[in-house]
């Protein structure tokens, strides 16, 4: 079967580091995507991750371990903004030409003063 | 540039009225993906598109039609809405299958 988690709730202060875990079990892999996505608003990409190691963007960096099935998104220096949902993404190898993507619930984060 | 753009953005039905939820986008992308968004569940694909005139099912088609007869819109049709689709629908579309999908900014129906 195909799984993705992630935890469901995460809280951290202002100016603090975070990071929020994925870990997947997938027919194959192809590829792990992170998006942001605001309350009563539409998904963005953060990052992208086929090979394993860590990814740096700005504040925002990850990982990925094929072998472990395993993801994170690391936030660095975090925002009042930065309170959203993060949600994961894997493109496995089941979805051959189509870029079909199976999605965890996502992980809501609340940055705190 | 618009991007991907949904119409409506909020919708009420009664219980086996019919509609049409309208995707487009001007990016020339080949892929197009219809989602369903609901609390503790995630995205959760309904149908998909790989380019112009062809069409999938997803994890959750029951319910739902799709058509893609110009390469820069997908419809995603309800014949007979039940409150079960009682949900946030979101439309991405993305020019390779390792590339990002963009969404637009969903349609809110509820289905009383």
């Known amino acids: 079967g195909q799984n993705i988690d992630q935890p469901t709730e995460m809280t951290a202060t202002e100016g603090a580091i975070v990071q929020i875990n994925c870990t997947y079990q997938t027919s194959g892999f192809n590829g792990l995507f992170w998006y942001q996505q605001h309350a009563g608003e539409a998904p963005t990409f953060l990052s992208y991750?086929?090979?394993?190691g860590l990814e740096e963007k700005g504040r925002f960096s990850s990982f990925l371990s094929r072998s472990k099935g395993y993801s994170y998104l690391l936030l660095k220096e975090l925002q009042m903004k930065d309170s959203a949902s993060y949600l994961c993404a894997v493109r496995d190898q089941g979805s051959g030409n189509t870029g079909k993507l199976i999605f965890g619930q996502g992980t809501t984060l609340q940055v705190k003063p | 540039n618009a991007g991907v753009t949904q119409t409506p953005k909020f919708r009420v039905l009664k219980t086996g009225q019919s509609m049409t939820l309208l995707c487009a986008q001007d990016?020339?992308?080949?892929?197009m993906y219809w989602y369903r968004q609901d609390p503790g569940m995630g995205l959760r694909l309904i149908h998909y598109?790989?380019?112009?005139?062809?069409?999938a099912k997803g994890e959750v088609p029951d319910g739902y039609n799709v058509s893609r007869l110009k390469k820069q819109n997908f419809l995603l049709g309800l014949e007979s809405a039940a409150p079960s689709q009682t949900s946030v629908y979101f439309c991405?579309?993305?020019?390779?299958?390792?590339?990002?999908?963009?969404f637009g900014q969903g349609t809110r129906l509820t289905v009383v």
């Open positions: 991405a579309s993305r020019q390779g299958t390792n590339t990002e999908a963009f």
């Open positions: 991750n086929v090979l394993d």
């Open positions: 598109s790989v380019g112009e005139g062809t069409t």
């Open positions: 990016m020339n992308h080949e892929y």
